[in-house]
């Protein structure tokens, strides 16, 4: 029963850790994708070489993220004038690191 309570214990801390919320400084867009079937964006960085536990590398927005508009209106700006992103990060989307929000920086 204790090896249990344990094994629970520690599943619970390390799904924590892998889905934790976290902010990615000084990333340069270099592409910017739709998904085809309508399911978000996805977004690459030059910067970024770190899955934070998904499968790729490459950030994923779903479409029913809050000010999913507002957020890819900034990522295209940022991706046209080169200017660096901070990107709020939660977890997966469909094995892509799932996008929250993000920041322009000057």
Known sequence: MIK????VYLLLIVSS??????????????RV????LGEGVFVSTAE???NY??????FGMPVGTPLFDQ??????????T?????????GCFGGV???KAVTLVK
């Open 71 to 80: 957020n890819l209106a900034l990522l295209l700006s940022a991706f046209h």
């Open 82 to 90: 080169g200017s660096k992103v901070e990107l709020y990060i939660d």
């Open 53 to 58: 536990g998904c499968q790729q590398s490459r």
């Open 97 to 99: 690191i799932n996008l």
């Open 17 to 30: 850790v892998v889905s934790a919320d976290a902010v990615v400084v000084d990333n340069t867009i270099t």
């Open 33 to 36: 994708d739709m998904g085809w």
């Open 48 to 50: 970024n070489t770190n």
């Open 4 to 7: 249990k309570i344990i094994l």
